[in-house]
């Protein structure tokens, strides 16, 4: 947080975000939830009138870099559930069609990309930037009908 200034304009920042999203893995003969990142090396300034300064990025110890973008982050917040935690969604496919009947994603099917079934995960595609980003977010399939 102390290096933040140089990479910020005026304005009140309230929080640093890191997306993540929650997946479903099998090891060990069980299954376990865990945590991801959705935008892996991105890091998101909510506050009031808060300016990134020009595409800016920030080296740490013991990771590679950080970059610091304007973007749509409010899109990805609605996604999620708790914080900056995008939680997993849990559907049927009907004639074809997913259709998504709990979690973040419900009645948001048109942002589906791809399904992975086997890793239980999805890429959507959301407002990045000026442009479009495919992201993964955790998505069970339980049930397919023909």
Same mark, same amino acid.
Request: hydrophobic share 35%; net charge positive; proline share 4%.
């Given at each position: 947080?102390?290096?933040?200034?140089?990479?910020?304009?005026?304005?009140?920042?309230?929080?640093?975000?890191?997306? !993540?999203?929650?997946?479903?893995?099998?090891?060990?003969?069980?299954?376990?939830?865990?945590?991801?990142?959705?935008?892996?090396?991105?890091?998101?300034?909510?506050?009031?009138?808060?300016?990134?300064?020009?595409?800016? !990025?920030?080296?740490?110890?013991?990771?590679?870099?950080?970059?610091?973008?304007?973007?749509?982050?409010?899109?990805?917040?609605?996604?999620? @559930?708790?914080?900056?935690?995008?939680?997993?969604?849990?559907?049927?496919?009907?004639?074809?069609?997913?259709?998504?009947?709990?979690?973040?994603?419900?009645?948001?099917?048109?942002?589906?990309?791809?399904?992975?079934?086997?890793?239980?995960?999805?890429?959507? @595609?959301?407002?990045?930037?000026?442009? !479009?980003?495919?992201?993964?977010?955790?998505? @069970?399939?339980?049930?397919?009908?023909?």
């Amino acid at each position: 947080m102390n290096r933040c200034p140089e990479f910020v304009d005026s304005g009140e920042m309230e929080e640093i975000l890191c997306f !993540q999203y929650q997946r479903m893995m099998r090891y060990g003969g069980t299954w376990h939830l865990e945590k991801r990142m959705a935008v892996p090396g991105y890091v998101f300034i909510a506050g009031t009138d808060v300016l990134v300064k020009s595409n800016r !990025q920030m080296s740490f110890k013991r990771s590679s870099e950080v970059f610091m973008i304007p973007c749509e982050a409010p899109y990805l917040k609605e996604l999620c @559930e708790h914080g900056s935690l995008i939680g997993i969604s849990r559907g049927i496919i009907r004639n074809g069609t997913a259709v998504v009947t709990s979690g973040p994603l419900t009645g948001r099917e048109t942002l589906i990309r791809r399904i992975d079934r086997h890793k239980r995960i999805a890429e959507i @595609e959301i407002p990045f930037a000026g442009g !479009q980003r495919q992201i993964t977010v955790g998505l @069970e399939i339980y049930e397919k009908e023909m």
